[in-house]
């Protein structure tokens, strides 16, 4: 799946993600900075893998993990700093919270910060800082 929108690009295809980008950003992050760069691989080969491109320039990811039966816990999103504030973390979350594997299926994650941006897309704050997206079945 590629998706484009202006100057920027989604797609799903794990060839295209720069791993050093992924690397960098998560190293930086709150929530993965004491990963290891083999966990951080190990994550990517086994989960379903969003990636934003700026032409060739990978500027956002977000990572899916699934049974592909009753639920997905969506992960490790990021916007690139210079690229934040324009919309592209929407389009990210649209497209995953729309994709059609993802249908019929419980999606969970954890922010401490993003609570707003989430319940965009159907997902609702549990007691703690993670978050819940039911299926319109449950609604």
């Known amino acids: 799946m590629q998706i484009q929108f202006g100057d920027y690009s989604i797609s799903d295809d794990k060839s295209y993600l720069q791993v050093g980008t992924i690397l960098r950003f998560l190293a930086q992050s709150y929530w993965a900075n004491q990963r290891s760069e083999e966990a951080v691989r190990k994550s990517i080969d086994n989960s379903i893998c969003y990636g934003v491109y700026h032409g060739p320039r990978q500027i956002g990811f977000a990572r899916i993990v699934t049974d592909h039966a ?11 700093d210079d690229y934040r504030g324009q919309g592209i973390g929407k389009r990210l979350i649209e497209t995953i919270a729309g994709a059609d594997a993802l249908q019929g299926l419980t999606g969970i994650l954890g922010t401490l910060d993003a609570h707003g941006l989430y319940e965009q897309y159907g997902f609702r704050k549990d007691e703690s800082r993670f978050m819940r997206k039911r299926p319109e079945l449950f609604r």
């Open 70 to 80: 009753t639920m997905y816990w969506l992960c490790d999103v990021f916007v690139d």
